[in-house]
């Protein structure tokens, strides 16, 4: 690394994250057998994500079936649950899972209005909240280098982005009214 990169990559640290992205999750958490999904809480997660041998929860908010939002990593810090956004996106996972049952009503719900929050404090457009596995998209943008392909329905084939972004857009709009 030249020392140029070496002074960059410093100075990124010392500046801290700059919001650009919001990315939903689902902690994938229930039985494919009986469809039954787990109100997981951030604590669980911290806990897988440390056996992992990360130092703290990946996301910055877990979302609960309840609708109660739980803090996880502090957002002065980077998350862990998006490669290659890792420095521009905070993280929200859902409890329960996306694949045998949608968010609830509750979590969907808190889950518009905390999203509506970040993009207001960090002047996110709506069109920047994106589910885990439309970085496949931003790829085929050239919006990312392919290495950061996503191989997974995260946050859920059940989760429909294009229906939360209409959403987050609608609360967005009523509040500059
Ligand atoms: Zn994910």
């Avoid at 689902?26 to 604590?43: P, R």
């Avoid at 999203?115 to 920047?128: F, G, H, Q």
Wanted: proline residues 3%; glycine residues 8%; contains cysteine.
């Amino acid at each position: 690394m030249n020392i140029w990169a070496r002074w960059r990559r410093i100075w990124l640290r010392m500046r801290g994250p700059r919001w650009r992205y919001v990315v939903w999750h689902t902690a994938a958490h229930g039985n494919a057998q009986t469809g039954e999904v787990y109100d997981t809480t951030a604590e669980q997660i911290r806990a897988w994500h440390r056996a992992r041998g990360w130092r703290d929860i990946g996301y910055h908010f877990v979302v609960r079936l309840t609708g109660q939002i739980e803090e996880g990593r502090p957002l002065n810090e980077r998350g862990a649950h998006v490669e290659g956004l890792n420095r521009v996106a905070i993280g929200i996972c859902f409890s329960g899972h996306g694949d045998l049952a949608p968010l609830t009503e509750a979590q969907e719900r808190a889950g518009v209005n905390l999203t509506v929050a970040l993009c207001k404090a960090y002047n996110i457009p709506y069109w920047r909240v994106i589910g885990h596995r439309e970085v496949n998209e931003l790829i085929a943008q050239r919006l990312l280098a392919p290495r950061y392909q996503v191989f997974k329905t995260c946050p859920g084939r059940l989760v429909d982005m294009r229906a939360i972004r209409i959403k987050v857009k609608e609360v967005l709009d009523a509040l500059q009214e």
